[in-house]
C-alpha cells in the first residue's frame, strides 16, 4: 500500500508510525471524556496514558520478535525499526495490564473504573493502527480470489508481493470500529452496572471477533494442534472475562437489592 507516507531529505516519515501516533491521541481524548465522567482528573489520564504506551508498545514487539526470532537473529538491528510494522496486539495488551497495575497502586485508583476508561477507547486506538498495518503490509491475509481480495505492490511492503490476498488488517479495522461504537455508546448512555463492565465487554468482544478473523491470516502466527497462539490467548481472555463478568454482575445486583 503505503509504507512510507513522504520524506524529508533522508528521513522517511512512515504511514504505520503516524497511524499508531493518530489512533493514540484520538484514544486519550476518549478516555478523559469518560474520565471526566467518573470523576478522575483527565490529565491524570495524559500522565497515565504515556506511562502505558511505552510499556504496551514494549510488550507488543518483544511478542512480535519472538514470533519472528530467526528472521531477528540473523537481522538484529531490525528489532529497533517499529515504524515499519511488527507489533503483536496481545504482547502490547499483556504489558499494558501491567503498567495499569503499577500505575493505579501509584496512584491509589480503582483498577476496574480504570479499565473501563482505557479500553472504551483502545478499539478505536486499534482502528487506526490496524489501517497503519495495511499501510505496512504487516497482518496480512491468506492467498483469495474474493471480490474485495487486495495485492500489495510496493515492495516495502511486508506482505507478498502481487498475490491477491484476504484483507485481514481491514477485517481488523472494521471489527475494532464495530467494538468501540458499541461500547462508546453503552457507556455514554450510562448503562454500565458495575465498575469493569466496559473492560470485560472488550475482552469478550475483541476475543471472539480476533479469533474468527485468524482463520484467514496468512503470516506465520504458530500454532498449536489446528489454533494460533493468538487463537488460544483469544480463548482465555474470553473465559475470563465472561466468568468474572457473571461473578461482578451478581455481586451487583446483590447489592442493589439487598
Known amino acids: 500500500m503505503l509504507p512510507t507516507l513522504f520524506k524529508i531529505g533522508n528521513i522517511s516519515i512512515h504511514t504505520y508510525g503516524v497511524l499508531i501516533a493518530i489512533g493514540f491521541i484520538v484514544s486519550l481524548k476518549i478516555s478523559q471524556i469518560f474520565a471526566v465522567k467518573e470523576g478522575i482528573n483527565k490529565e491524570l489520564i495524559y500522565d497515565f496514558a504515556v506511562f502505558v504506551l511505552i510499556f504496551a508498545i514494549i510488550g507488543a514487539r518483544i511478542f512480535y520478535i519472538f514470533e519472528y ?9 531490525e528489532i529497533f ?26 496512584y491509589k485508583l480503582n483498577l476496574w473504573k480504570i479499565g473501563d476508561i482505557f479500553l472504551v477507547a ?25 471480490p474485495w481480495a487486495i495485492k500489495f505492490t510496493n515492495e ?18 472494521l471489527a475494532n470500529l464495530t467494538i468501540f461504537f458499541i461500547l462508546f455508546f453503552y457507556y455514554k448512555k450510562g ?37 494460533s497462539i493468538p487463537q488460544i490467548i483469544s480463548i482465555i481472555i474470553f473465559w475470563i472475562s465472561l466468568i468474572i463478568y457473571f461473578i461482578k454482575r451478581r455481586k451487583s445486583n446483590e447489592k442493589t437489592f439487598s
Open 69 to 77: 526470532h530467526s528472521f531477528y537473529f540473523k537481522h538484529p538491528f
Open 81 to 106: 525499526k517499529i515504524w515499519k510494522g511488527g507489533l503483536v496486539f496481545y504482547g502490547g495488551l499483556i504489558f499494558g495490564i501491567i503498567a495499569v497495575i503499577i500505575n493505579v497502586k501509584r
Open 122 to 146: 483502545l478499539p478505536l486506538g486499534q482502528f487506526f493502527g490496524r489501517l497503519g498495518c495495511l499501510s505496512a503490509g504487516c497482518c496480512y491475509g491468506k492467498p483469495c480470489n474474493l
Open 156 to 173: 516495502e511492503a511486508l506482505a507478498p508481493k502481487n498475490i491477491y490476498l484476504h484483507p485481514t488488517e481491514i477485517y481488523h479495522a
Open 191 to 227: 448503562n454500565k452496572k458495575f465498575d469493569g463492565e466496559i473492560a470485560l465487554l472488550y475482552g469478550m468482544l475483541y476475543s471472539i471477533g480476533r479469533f474468527i478473523i485468524e482463520f484467514y491470516r496468512g503470516d506465520y502466527r504458530g500454532h498449536i494442534w489446528i489454533f
